[in-house]
């Protein structure tokens, strides 16, 4: 059973679309992430949810969205596609007990190619 | 504020060696330290973390990391390379309750 699964896992499209990533754990995980890995393979963290608080990454363009339509799913809607987009995005998730930092799961991974 | 940094892009080092992976991390407070691995086309995965008691942690598949306060480190290391753990490692931060923030990664190659 995959943990923490993502679709597509490979995504080619042209500049100016809008695409979505869907993220899905089944570990019963209270909070989920999406990390950004570019070229050079550095993680940047993007967003930081649970049922409670959204923590957006300040550097990240408002054309990135998540949406949550339950506790088990995260997703990630971009608008208006450009070129430095361009990279694997993870998803992730753990279960931290108040004041702990959890170790995190993370998916295989989105590549996103915008031509 | 959390940072973490890993000084070397590569590691280099022959099967059956000991390997060392180099990382120092600065927070205002008592860390949360781990390490994750990352394989080709693969998600990472988590090998140890650090939150208190013994300085030496032991995780998955040999690999240890011993926590230094005084030098601000958490090197990962394991006592004899497999070349089947070539791959990408990551050095990570957390003060309690934070999201983790990652090193640059460090590539580690094991030559046969």
């Known amino acids: 059973d995959t943990a923490v699964s993502q679709t597509p896992k490979y995504l080619v499209t042209q500049m100016g679309n809008d695409k979505s990533i869907k993220c899905e754990q089944n570990?019963?995980?209270?909070?989920m992430y999406w990390y950004k890995q570019d070229s050079k393979k550095f993680l940047k963290i993007m967003f930081s949810y649970n049922n409670k608080e959204l923590i957006i990454n300040e550097t990240v363009p408002n054309r990135f969205s998540p949406k949550s339509p339950d506790k088990a799913h995260l997703n990630l809607h971009i608008n208006s596609l450009e070129l430095g987009d361009s990279a694997v995005y993870f998803c992730?998730?753990?279960?931290?007990?108040?004041?702990?930092?959890?170790?995190?799961?993370f998916g295989e991974g989105s590549r996103l190619t915008v031509l | 504020a959390q940072s973490v940094a890993q000084p070397e892009d590569q590691v280099n080092v022959a099967e059956g060696n000991p390997l060392t992976v180099k990382c120092t991390y600065s927070?205002?407070?008592?860390?949360?330290l781990f390490w994750y691995v990352q394989y080709p086309n693969r998600g990472l995965q988590f090998l140890l973390k650090y939150i208190t008691g013994d300085n030496l942690v032991k995780g998955s598949y040999g690999f240890e990391a011993e926590f230094n306060k005084s030098q601000t480190s958490f090197h990962l290391k394991k006592p004899s390379a497999l070349v089947s753990d070539s791959a990408l490692y990551f050095c990570a931060v957390a003060l309690g309750g934070y999201i983790p923030t990652f090193g640059r990664g460090t590539s580690l190659i094991v030559h046969p």
């Open positions: 992730a998730s753990s279960h931290p007990r108040t004041g702990d930092t959890g170790e995190l799961f």
């Open positions: 570990l019963g995980h209270d909070t």
């Open positions: 927070v205002s407070g008592n860390p949360y």
